[in-house]
């Protein structure tokens, strides 16, 4: 996916610079394999991706001609291009962890032999694996990637640590139907969290018996 540039020279004014891919392109191997470019400071940019797993040396061939003289083309020059593979996106999922339970280092697994690197949440580099602290219920997210032997890494990949609160109910209250055979009354349950912090809304399941019938 990076770039490489070749800046051609001549003696000649306004030589054209015709380059193009010997042979076929590899398995895995993407780019543009022709171009022209012509006139001082010329510059050819090459530019392929490589997702195999495996080095590439692509021959490129860039054949000069002098465009006023009928035109008379020059010796070719071959240049030799090594396209090292980039890892692919690891593959994420969201990590949960209940409230109050022991520090967790988070983990993913590389192809063999790649390294896994891992970023904040502004993907700032950070120097090993986030442990992440289960206090508070919230949500981290990092970002984490793969590099390999050739020094290349792969996108980064989010992934996302919640925190889900565990929940303990503190007191009730109710009140009864007040018409045989219509849904109504009600009951109000106070649920915290393990650090005592009101969970408003939070659903729950009620189990209830009604005339010596389990109902929930």
């Given amino acids: 996916g990076e770039t490489a540039t070749f800046t051609p020279l001549s003696t000649v004014a306004n030589t054209v610079y015709t380059w193009s891919l010997t042979g076929a392109l590899p398995v895995g191997v993407s780019g543009v394999t022709s171009g022209t470019v012509s006139g001082a400071g010329a510059v050819i940019v090459l530019s392929f991706t490589n997702t195999g797993i495996a080095s590439q040396a692509l021959t490129i061939q860039v054949l000069p001609t002098n465009p006023s003289q009928n035109p008379c083309e020059g010796t070719p020059v071959n240049l030799t291009l090594n396209v090292n593979p980039i890892p692919p996106l690891l593959a994420t999922d969201t990590s949960a962890f209940c409230m109050h339970t022991p520090p967790q280092t988070l983990s993913i697994t590389a192809l063999p032999g790649n390294t896994v690197n891992w970023y904040d949440q502004n993907q700032a580099p950070l120097g090993s694996?986030?442990?992440?602290?289960?206090?508070?219920?919230?949500?981290?997210?990092?970002?984490?990637?793969?590099?390999?032997?050739?020094?290349?890494?792969?996108?980064?990949?989010?992934?996302?640590?919640?925190?889900?609160?565990?929940?303990?109910?503190?007191?009730?209250?109710?009140?009864?139907?007040?018409?045989?055979?219509?849904?109504?009354?009600?009951?109000?349950?106070?649920?915290?969290?393990?650090?005592?912090?009101?969970?408003?809304?939070?659903?729950?399941?009620?189990?209830?018996?009604?005339?010596?019938?389990?109902?929930?």
């Fill in 129 to 216: 694996a986030p442990v992440i602290n289960t206090n508070t219920p919230t949500q981290f997210k990092y970002f984490v990637s793969q590099s390999n032997s050739y020094g290349c890494e792969g996108p980064k990949a989010q992934l996302i640590a919640v925190i889900n609160p565990v929940v303990k109910i503190t007191s009730s209250s109710y009140t009864n139907p007040s018409i045989c055979g219509i849904p109504s009354g009600s009951i109000v349950l106070n649920v915290l969290d393990l650090n005592d912090n009101l969970l408003p809304n939070y659903p729950v399941i009620v189990h209830y018996t009604k005339f010596q019938t389990a109902y929930q």
